[in-house]
């Protein structure tokens, strides 16, 4: 980009002086001058944005997000809802957390197994991946969940 920028401005002071002592209107000069120093400060403010997000945390692109979202639809009959999904890139290393609400009745090493079967799947498909599931269990509000608990089936 900044090879590109040198190029453009070299040429448009070319042209700026090719038009000058073509039509002899000397106002071209710092009109050219203008437009090459605009072209300088967009390449300048490109730059340093690309090299601010390298450094900076930010939020995964929405195609990475949609990956991990089509995970927890492959495993979306295990728990009953995830929520507060977190991600950020931070270098070359993607963060991702979120909270998977699970059946009352789950034992907690059925919950801790569910985490590590979703955070390495996440982690294959997402390489350089940190994951972390927080299990919570349902409120237990529903009184078909104690009886048709889906903790017996996994």
Do not use: W
């Not at 040198?6 to 000058?20: E, H, K, N, Q, R």
């Not at 070359?92 to 569910?114: A, Y």
């Amino acid at each position: 980009m900044h090879l590109r920028t040198d190029v453009y401005t070299s040429v448009g002071v070319l042209a700026g002086l090719v038009a000058i002592k073509l039509t002899g209107i000397t106002i071209l000069d710092p009109i050219v001058a203008i437009v090459v120093a605009c072209m300088i400060l967009k390449a300048a403010y490109d730059l340093t944005k690309s090299a601010f997000f390298n450094i900076l945390d930010i939020k995964l692109p929405d195609d990475e997000e949609a990956i991990i979202y089509d995970v927890m639809y492959e495993y979306s009959k295990h728990f009953l809802e995830f929520n507060k999904l977190r991600t950020r890139k931070s270098g070359h290393i993607r963060h991702i957390d979120m909270h998977l609400v699970v059946p009352k009745l789950m034992t907690v090493e059925m919950g801790h197994g569910l985490s590590h079967q979703i955070s390495a799947d996440i982690q294959k498909r997402l390489k350089h991946s940190h994951v972390l599931v927080h299990i919570e269990p349902c409120r237990g509000l529903c009184d078909t969940c104690a009886i048709a608990c889906p903790s017996k089936a996994y």
